[in-house]
């Protein structure tokens, strides 16, 4: 087994799922071979689906095994009951037992979709009180243990944090493995930013199809890595990597590809590329005069409320502005943990070190990354305190 695809969704009803199974097998042997494929859908020790079917490969070919089905009366995943099945896959050699293969993998079934300017999650709108995450670690800068981020994962929920942006790149496979069971909606984003030279017509490269191999890799990589995980409402193109037919030829593909989650990508607005209106740091006024618009376009906030010294604390002025407009869904604060590493002094006190801190020659902005709800040792900063009070639920009244 090569790979598999479980492709899980809800009927019109939102009372039935729709699962579809696609099991991708590589015969690389000289000769032809038979193998069982055994499939089955598990809630909790009961089974909600069953195949096993017996299939003969070419030598030096592949197969792609498909399975469809439609569970009745489905426990749906959302972020407040994250309800996840488990599936079990097995490919059986009856002749060789040693070289049976196994898979079992959490799934869930949800449906995303936008209507009437609203991103709805199972038909309901939804608010996204988020937070973007950076990959990082005091000690040991971007290897982020394990343990790291259970506790983060814990911290998050606590606070009262719903979804989390992957700020700018794919995460640790791990890190979804703990968003599913725990309930968060999660942006994936590619691994694409060209930053001060997407800003200017002249260096940016979005429309030099030369590099549409190189971005097209990118966003498959990210597709293909994590397109299991029931807690990925949103593909991001990138960030701040300009325009053109590169990211519209992107868009298209993954639109292609799934038709269970949105697709977005700030720089181009409100374009035809892109499933709503993603800002960053907006101006109130800016919110106001979508909202007032009744565009078709939901918006939903991919960074604000940057979280450095005494910040956070007009949190509340913006959610004022967001309850207002139903095409106004939230947003995603930015950090969630302070990027400093731990130096030690010469009587070896540790302390949050930045910018010259490493070389007094390098060429640094400074404590621009000095921006977390939680401190390098993922303890709460004060303006975590305010992020806390406007995120606490609230009824939609439309």
Wanted: aromatic fraction near 12%.
């Amino acid at each position: 087994m090569s790979d598999y695809y479980a492709y899980s969704n809800l009927d019109d009803t939102f009372t039935n799922g729709i699962f579809k199974n696609t099991i991708f097998i590589q015969n690389n042997s000289e000769q032809a071979v038979s193998r069982i494929i055994n499939l089955e859908l598990l809630d909790g020790d009961a089974s909600m689906y069953k195949t096993a079917v017996t299939i003969e490969i070419l030598a030096g070919s592949s197969i792609d095994f498909t399975s469809e089905n439609i569970i009745k009366n489905v426990k749906q995943w959302s972020v407040e009951l994250p309800n996840l099945y488990r599936l079990a896959i097995s490919l059986e050699d009856s002749k060789n037992p040693k070289d049976n293969q196994y898979i079992k993998r959490n799934t869930g079934f949800k449906r995303v979709e936008i209507k009437n300017g609203q991103v709805l999650f199972n038909g309901k709108t939804i608010y996204i009180k988020g937070v973007d995450r950076h990959k990082t670690d005091l000690l040991m800068g971007h290897i982020v243990s394990r343990a790291s981020m259970e506790k983060d994962i814990k911290l998050i929920k606590q606070n009262n944090i719903n979804a989390v942006r992957s700020l700018h790149y794919p995460n640790d496979p791990y890190w979804l493995e703990l968003c599913d069971p725990h309930g968060f909606y999660v942006v994936d984003e590619a691994n694409i930013q060209s930053h001060l030279l997407a800003i200017d017509e002249k260096t940016q490269i979005g429309n030099k199809m030369c590099w549409l191999p190189a971005y097209r890799m990118r966003t498959q990589r990210m597709y293909f890595w994590d397109r299991n995980h029931a807690s990925i409402y949103s593909w991001s193109l990138g960030i701040e990597a300009g325009e053109g037919e590169i990211f519209r030829t992107t868009y298209k593909w993954l639109k292609e590809q799934d038709d269970n989650r949105i697709v977005q990508y700030e720089p181009v607005g409100k374009e035809g590329y892109t499933d709503g209106y993603y800002p960053m740091y907006p101006k109130p006024e800016y919110l106001i005069e979508h909202g007032k618009s009744d565009s078709d376009n939901p918006s939903i906030i991919i960074e604000y409320a940057h979280g450095m010294e005494n910040s956070v604390r007009n949190l509340q002025d913006y959610w004022d502005i967001i309850e207002t407009y139903p095409n106004l869904q939230g947003g995603f604060i930015r950090d969630w943990v302070d990027q400093s590493l731990e130096y030690k002094d010469e009587n070896g006190k540790p302390y949050f070190a930045y910018g010259h801190d490493y070389h007094p020659d390098l060429l640094t902005d400074g404590n621009f990354l000095n921006n977390g709800l939680v401190n390098p040792y993922h303890k709460l900063n004060p303006h975590l305190l305010e992020a806390k009070k406007v995120s606490e639920p609230v009824q939609f009244s439309y």
